[in-house]
């Protein structure tokens, strides 16, 4: 991958997994590697950009995904997963550069972590999972109806996907959103499958009656349990940001 | 499964828990202990696990004058001759006006993160509590955590060149942990470090500068390579690390009111 040429381009995709993996696949087949990857969705015209726009094509993209397991190891693919789930504004180019590399070398790749992109990717992973696992414990159901529940949230990253998983099979028979305000992005469960939708003009739904009842023993629980001889605010907020409270029914 | 202890000796236990006995509680705990190596010798005759979560005790600190050493001599040899999976310590809160209890005016937590720091150092760390602790020196130091500390009393050892160390040396350096080890392990099979590698790999050398070498090279800013000259350096850091409410920024105008004696010679103009 060293020696392949640098092209001054722009390529423009649509914001997906799969439109990254056609990325990588053009990029592979010409033995070039662009200036920069965008997301269409966030992409600010400039004319000293040469722009390309890359549609997405789902052949490319499964035979760079079964590429990625078989030819370097599922980790890798768990990396730039995770890392294309991160907020970062280089990360596409990073985990192009990571792929490729990869095809170079195979499994080796994780190890050489001095090596930049590969650091950044380990690092973005590590970020949207740390993320992904906090909010396993922050995020709040709220009532809305019978077996229907909404919980709100604010990440910094968009891992609206995995977290969803997660609840699903926690709570396999219940009707659930995930409302991901940030971005907004509804992750909905109907008792069997899972879909991700925009949600810009969606109303909140009102919550049942029981709620406000189960909030106001919630908190008293809360509160009932802390020892206040023990409070330790800095270890608090290391394990539950303040940037995540506004979410929470009790106030820590 | 926990069978909580609660006080580290026996005359302790007649003390404040006389319906308590030493031999009582580790009789059940040697049974359940057996009991999973047995169970997991078997597999065959025991279909389902017993304990599968393993035996966990908790002993409370500060409410009975045991030193750290006789609390970490009896941890150490739950996790050598029992198998415990964890021994929890809890520092003593002051709840009931008994003449047989102590009143302590707050729970003693330093002490109580001291404890937990050495039990990580004794179960992952691969330290003995005689390292750590020895009659001399029965209770952890107040400032430094107790691998610095213990790292300062035996200079001898340092410093580690990261590149050629094993694994278990590398986990002696302080701030230098399990996952900062394996780390460092994967990634000097490709090239060997130096310091902007290490801050790549995103180790933290707060403490580590101290101790370690990199391609036999001293960290630069770090120009002594002795005990006062590091002990000050670690102690002055985590002065700056803690909160003391005792101190604070000094400002020129806020506090400091004329005195009479200044306004005696301001009149007289002697200032």
Redesign the interface.
Known sequence: MSNWKLVNRTYIYDGTFDGLLTIVFNCYIAKTLPQKIVNSNNYVENFLDNTVLIQTDYEKSKRIFDGIVNNICKEALYNSYYAFLSNDKEKEINILKYILNGFDIGP?IN????I?YV?KVM?LRKKALAECHKLKGLLRFREVSDNLCYASIHPDNNILEPLGKHFISRLPSMQFIIHDKNKDLCFVYNGKEYRIINSKNMTIPSFSEDEIKYQELWKLFFNTIA?R??S?P?CQMQFMPKKYWKDLIEEP | MSINIELPSNDSLKLLAPQKEKAGILKPMTYVSNSIKINKLDKNRFKEKFVPAGQTTQLIIGATPESDLKILKLSESLYNKLNLKRVYYSAYISINNDKNLPTLESPPLLRENRLYQADWLLRFYGFKVDELLDENHPNFNTILDPKCDWALRHLDKFPVEINKADYFTLLKIPGIGVISAKKIIRARRNCSLDFEALKKLGITLKRAKYFITCKGKYFEKVYKFNENFIETNLVYQERNSMPNPEFHQLSLFDKLQPTKEDELKCLTGNL
């Open positions: 080796e190890n050489k972590i001095t930049s650091f690092n020892i001889e023990r330790n800095r």
